[in-house]
């Protein structure tokens, strides 16, 4: 059984930050990459940012040189800082961890329940 809990959501002002974070945890054997997505009322979910096991991130240009994805392996948690908030990053944030639950275990991937942001004035 693996959980994943995101963390950190809320409201900000237009131009303010927020945090999010993302912890993995359970049966797990490795984890190979965690990715955070989002959706909007009435939008397909994206793919906002990605990061390897070994570091190497990718960004949706929407959010590239305003938000910074980062990992902690050893406590299997990924983080989010965002900057420069915009009203049009209002959206709920899951995070997805892509990992094995064992040695000889196919790929998986596992989402958390989401956490509101809302950048508002």
């Known amino acids: 059984q693996v959980q994943v809990v995101e963390s950190g959501g809320g409201l900000a002002q237009p131009g303010g930050s927020l945090r999010l974070s993302c912890s993995a945890s359970?049966?797990?054997?490795?984890?190979?990459?965690m990715v955070w997505y989002r959706q909007a009322p009435g939008k397909q979910r994206e793919l906002v940012a990605f990061?390897?096991?070994?570091?190497?991130?990718n960004y949706t240009d929407s959010v590239k040189g305003r938000f910074t994805i980062s990992r902690d392996n050893a406590k299997n948690t990924v983080y989010l800082q965002m900057n420069s908030l915009k009203p049009e990053d209002t959206a709920v944030y899951y995070c997805?961890?892509?990992?094995?639950?064992?040695?000889?275990?196919?790929?998986?991937?596992?989402w958390g329940q989401g956490t509101q942001v809302t950048v508002s004035s």
């Open positions: 359970g049966s797990i054997f490795e984890i190979y990459a």
């Open positions: 990061i390897s096991s070994g570091g190497a991130t």
């Open positions: 997805n961890a892509i990992l094995i639950i064992s040695h000889d275990s196919p790929v998986d991937d596992y």
